[in-house]
């Protein structure tokens, strides 16, 4: 067992007003922080007070990108527990981004109980108005104080955590979205797959051009071709074609999110078709023109399951389901929001009470 030393606050910050939240613009009373390096592997775990972090200038984060972090909510539940969604996928997901940055990875277990134990500490800072949460950043970086390009022998993780509301300002109201033709996020063999700081600040550019026109997110197309549907900003996408739910496939360049295999697993729970495979640009304006197209929509961890109203590609415009919320995306909102919520039976064993 890790062991977790704790530095409590003297001084406990108010909470904020509930309709205030939004996104990830308040931090709570304390934050994890352990240390890696080569001899004495992960230690000096602990729990301090919420702080800056002082870093060497020459550290490798700044320069060379080596950094990866998760992204998981813990709910309040209507008796007033706290429970978290799926824990153990974002410990999976992280030693699998650790792995391809060659960045210390951390055994399953210090990753739950890191988790529990900060979330325990910082409990009653869970919200409990309807829609709010409390969402875990934890990343992990490199840490060498030295310029030469070299494997990392030093790393920091870092656990912090925030009151939210809703991710987009649109709540569950449909989003409109941009495809992007010009600039691409991640080609196979790249990142793409892992959750490292550089993929978004390769998606940077495309996302400020796509908010100056009013669209809440970039749809990417993959880097080779420029034809096949990819992912948005921060949330995997899935279409409806009459019968069929399909999900770009996990070709290595996109990320393979938690919500993404909720969704498939609620879908095919409730006997619908759901495809992971290519799907093209033709195809998706070839589907929209034919009205194939009923339903789209994103999911994410931060955005829940977010309709798209409106898809936007190389000039032209197409409204999809009206410009309103679809039946199976509504459906799915509601049980995968019931169970992380949960007000529905966790069936399906995906919840960790704390
Ligand atoms: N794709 C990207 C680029 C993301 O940032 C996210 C958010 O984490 C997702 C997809 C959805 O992943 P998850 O459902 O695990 O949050
Ligand atoms: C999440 O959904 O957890 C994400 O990481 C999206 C984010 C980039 C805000």
Redesign the pocket.
């Known amino acids: 067992m890790l062991k977790i030393d704790f530095h409590p606050t003297t001084v406990k910050k108010e909470k904020p007003e509930p309709s205030t939240l939004g996104f990830g613009k308040y931090f709570t009373d304390h934050m994890f922080i352990m240390e890696y390096n080569d001899q004495d592997g992960w230690h000096n775990a602990r729990i301090e007070p919420f702080h800056y972090l002082t870093l060497h200038p020459a550290a490798t984060v700044f320069h060379y990108g080596a950094e990866i972090f998760?992204?998981?909510k813990a709910y309040r539940t209507p008796d007033g527990t706290v429970q978290m969604f799926r824990p153990i996928?974002?410990i999976r997901?992280m030693n699998n981004s650790a792995e391809r940055l060659r960045l210390p990875q951390f055994s399953e277990e210090d990753g739950l109980q890191i988790l529990d134990t900060f979330v325990r500490t910082e409990q009653d800072w869970v919200p409990s108005a309807p829609g709010t949460s409390l969402y875990l950043r934890p990343f992990l970086f490199g840490n060498d104080e030295t310029l030469g390009v070299h494997s990392i022998h030093h790393a920091m993780f870092v656990l912090i955590a925030s009151p939210v509301g809703s991710y987009y300002k649109e709540g569950i109201n449909p989003v409109r979205i941009m495809i992007e033709s010009e600039d691409v996020?991640a080609v196979r063999g790249g990142t793409g797959y892992t959750?490292c700081g550089g993929?978004?600040a390769a998606?940077n550019r495309a996302g400020e051009n796509a908010e100056k026109l009013g669209f809440s997110q970039v749809l990417w197309l993959d880097g080779v071709h420029r034809k096949y549907i990819e992912?948005?900003?921060?949330?995997?996408v899935m279409f409806r074609f009459g019968d069929e739910i399909a999900t770009p496939a996990l070709t290595g360049s996109?990320?393979?999110?938690?919500?993404?295999?909720?969704c498939i697993e609620l879908l095919r729970a409730d006997g619908w078709t759901v495809n992971e495979r290519l799907i093209s640009i033709d195809e998706l304006e070839d589907s929209m023109k034919t009205g194939a197209l009923t339903e789209a929509w994103?999911?994410?961890?931060?955005?829940v399951v977010s309709p798209i109203g409106e898809l936007y590609y190389n000039g032209h415009s197409c409204i999809v389901g009206g410009g309103k919320i679809g039946e199976v995306t509504q459906k799915l909102y509601d049980t995968l929001t019931g169970i992380q919520w949960g007000r529905l039976p966790d069936v399906h064993g995906w919840i960790r009470k704390i």
């Not at 992912?231 to 995997?236: H, L, Q, S």
């Not at 994103?298 to 955005?303: E, F, H, N, P």
């Open positions: 998760e992204g998981l996928e974002n997901r996020r959750k993929n978004y998606s992912e948005v900003g921060a949330m995997n996109i990320l393979p999110g938690i919500t993404r295999k909720s994103g999911c994410g961890t931060a955005a």
